[in-house]
């Protein structure tokens, strides 16, 4: 096992970690690059990365993390009033009551409980890269099941649906929001729309390394591109969407679709849990208590329609708790497609970033399991307290 050369510092105590990333970075690609951050009641303790070319500031697509981000500004209007949950989304969009969709309120859209997934034929690249073209897809679809009778996660679309509420009540995106009132107040690299200026400090994602017989063996499993699957996935566009390509286009990060574009580093996706829950750098946090709790609350769970046994949400974030049971149970966050993982434990008092710059082989990061074991039991050894 070649031994790649690790970056960063951590706090007294925290040397294990440091010691499964190593060992992490070594079992991939290591060149291709990884970051780890961690904060422990909001002061960081890990600060770590690897590979070429990379370091803290380096920033990469994150995916479908970019909802975590999304689903915090959803979070602060509904803790000034400015959103209610279960107000019908047809109140403030009257276009989105078309094709039975006119009781879907906010908080099917936030658990994945709308239906509304996808557009009968699909959606280009192009589309998928600008939100309000995507809400305009979106109004007249039929959902492609009873809403609210069950739950399946619509990757690339759900957040634009959250975002065309936002600027109908507002007059203002998410986007400007998110930059207005999180990211820059609290000095956040994660991006929902990368200005040209810090295109330097981006990194493109790597599709995984090639193996013919491994990959060939992986599509033969894949469902149909018009399957729920298919749909949730983007791959029912012609050409299917290139999913490496997607995060990897100007336009995209330009915009920063707010379901999958954003653009960041593990600084970034930490920063953003830690300020949510605790407040970082003497500012406070961005959430009270009861709004952490209302959206850490399980919501969705049990089987996804579309990511199956992989599901399991709360209010517009994963359910982490599910995810990683040493947690506490209502640890909340968002993975992405190309490997990132981010998510905030309010009881434990973590909160964790973790970016690759390399796609998984058939998207699967088991490396994720190790990594937030390691930043739980270091912070649980010191007997961490806020």
Same mark, same amino acid.
């Given at each position: 096992m070649n031994r790649i050369r690790v970056h960063g510092t951590v706090?007294?105590?925290? =040397? &294990? @970690?440091?010691?499964?990333?190593? $060992?992490?970075? +070594?079992?991939?690609?290591?060149?291709?690059?990884?970051?780890?951050?961690?904060?422990?009641?909001?002061?960081?303790?890990v600060d770590l990365w690897a590979g070429d070319g990379v370091d803290g500031d380096t920033m990469t697509g994150v995916y479908s993390s970019t909802k975590g981000a999304a689903t915090l500004v959803v979070a602060l209007l509904v803790q000034e009033g400015v959103l209610g949950l279960? =107000? &019908? @989304?047809?109140?403030?969009?009257? $276009?989105?009551? +078309?094709?039975?969709?006119?009781?879907?309120?906010?908080?099917?859209?936030?658990?994945?409980?709308s239906g509304v997934i996808g557009v009968d034929g699909g959606l280009s690249a192009a589309e998928l890269a600008d939100d309000a073209v995507i809400a305009r897809r979106l109004a007249g679809q039929r959902p492609y099941w009873r809403p609210g009778a069950a739950y399946g996660y619509g990757g690339f679309?759900?957040?634009?649906?959250?975002?065309?509420?936002?600027?109908?009540?507002?007059?203002?995106?998410l986007q400007r929001i998110y930059e207005e009132r999180i990211r820059e107040p609290y000095g956040l690299d994660l991006y929902l729309g990368l200005p040209e200026s810090e295109e330097e400090r981006f990194r493109p994602i790597l599709?995984?390394?090639?193996?013919?017989?491994?990959?060939?063996?992986?599509?033969?499993?894949?469902?149909?591109?018009?399957?729920?699957?298919?749909i949730g996935y983007g791959l029912d566009g012609t050409p299917p969407l290139d999913q490496v390509g997607f995060a990897n286009t100007r336009g995209v990060r330009a915009n920063g679709p707010a379901s999958a574009g954003g653009v960041g580093s593990a600084r970034g996706l930490a920063g953003l849990y830690a300020a949510a829950v605790w407040g970082i750098d003497g500012r406070p946090p961005l959430l009270e208590p009861d709004t952490v709790g209302?959206?850490?609350?399980?919501?969705?769970?049990?089987?996804?329609?579309?990511?199956?046994?992989?599901?399991?949400?709360?209010?517009?974030?994963q359910a982490k708790g599910l995810r990683y049971p040493f947690l506490s149970a209502n640890a909340f966050g968002h993975d992405g497609s190309a490997g990132s993982e981010a998510f905030a434990d309010p009881v434990g008092g973590i909160a964790f970033g973790y970016t690759r710059h390399r796609f998984g082989f058939g998207w699967s990061y088991p490396e994720h399991d190790r990594l937030a074991a390691a930043v739980h039991a270091a912070v649980a050894s010191r007997g961490e307290r806020a």
């Open positions: 706090e007294d105590g925290f =040397e &294990p @970690v440091e010691e499964v990333f190593a $060992e992490v970075v +070594a079992e991939q690609d290591g060149l291709a690059g990884s970051q780890l951050t961690a904060y422990a009641h909001g002061r960081r303790v279960d =107000e &019908p @989304v047809a109140r403030h969009w009257p $276009e989105f009551a +078309a094709a039975g969709k006119d009781t879907v309120t906010l908080r099917d859209v936030l658990s994945h409980r679309v759900s957040f634009a649906m959250v975002g065309e509420v936002i600027r109908r009540v507002t007059g203002r995106s599709w995984w390394e090639a193996d013919p017989e491994r990959e060939a063996a992986f599509w033969a499993g894949v469902p149909g591109p018009r399957s729920l699957v298919g209302e959206f850490a609350q399980l919501h969705s769970v049990g089987a996804d329609l579309v990511r199956g046994d992989q599901g399991n949400y709360a209010l517009g974030f």
